[in-house]
């Protein structure tokens, strides 16, 4: 009798800001949501952020393409001496795009895949782009062993922030490992800079959990190691797979 194959492996591009190499198999859909809240402290100036929901679609369309959908609906409170004197609440981070797989794993070469998203000039006008906002990066990913990961990515990305346009260099790199078929733990590095601020980089650690074979939950948690970065965030979510 013929062996029934495995279902192909689960791998989400939450809760970290590192974007997996692997694509969503062809003939399924995968659905990434979660949440994060974020506190920072500038100027006197108290800033705390929520983004709930932040949610991600990923269609497995071809072998080694898949395309996405994503969405947020995010908040910012302004306080100085506890007093609330600025709010922005809507819509957030509408983006349509693709990953596609362009190298399999080759010794100490990488598997190398290729994100491109756009986002749309919609939703809350503090938090919309102007106009069609592009965001490019490569992903790379090398298994070390049959239980530790290094993945980093390298790439561009043009975003609104505190209501103006910025390009911005981003990079990160994450070490994750598997102590056991459930449990994932990972720590990350992660940062961005444009051509006239500072760079903006912090570092994350947290957990992921297989609750069943095509349903995981997360959490994670970071601070801001550099001045220009926020002081610390924290977030949870809950990732499912299902057949086409």
Not at 125 to 143: C, H, M, S, W
Not at 148 to 165: A, C, H, P, S, W
Request: hydrophobic letters at 35%; a neutral charge; proline letters at 5%.
């Amino acid at each position: 009798m013929a062996q029934e194959s495995s279902p192909p492996e689960f791998e989400t591009d939450r809760p970290d800001r590192t974007e997996a190499s692997s694509v969503v198999p062809k003939g399924y859909y995968q659905l990434e949501t979660g949440f994060r809240y974020q506190k920072d402290r500038k100027n006197g100036i108290e800033q705390k952020e929520w983004m709930y929901p932040q949610a991600l679609l990923r269609i497995g369309v071809f072998e080694k393409a898949e395309l996405r959908l994503e969405g947020t609906y995010r908040r910012q409170d302004y306080r100085h001496a506890d007093l609330l004197f600025q709010q922005h609440k809507g819509l957030s981070n509408l983006r349509v795009g693709t990953k596609i797989k362009l190298a399999e794993e080759n010794g100490v070469l990488p598997e190398t895949s290729v994100l491109g998203m756009l986002e749309m000039p919609l939703g809350h006008d503090q938090f919309e782009p102007e106009k069609v906002a592009p965001q490019i990066r490569l992903l790379f990913t090398n298994k070390l062993t049959q239980n530790l990961k290094l993945q980093y990515n390298v790439g561009y990305r043009r975003q609104k922030e505190q209501g103006d346009m910025e390009n911005k260099l981003q990079y990160t790199a994450a070490f994750s490992g598997k102590l056991s078929e459930k449990l994932t733990l990972f720590a990350e590095f992660f940062g961005e800079k444009t051509k006239e601020s500072r760079p903006k980089n912090q570092v994350d650690g947290g957990l992921q959990f297989m609750v069943l074979p095509n349903l995981q939950i997360d959490a994670i948690a970071g601070a801001g190691i550099s001045s220009a970065a926020p002081e610390f965030f924290l977030g949870g979510g809950i990732s499912l797979r299902l057949p086409q």
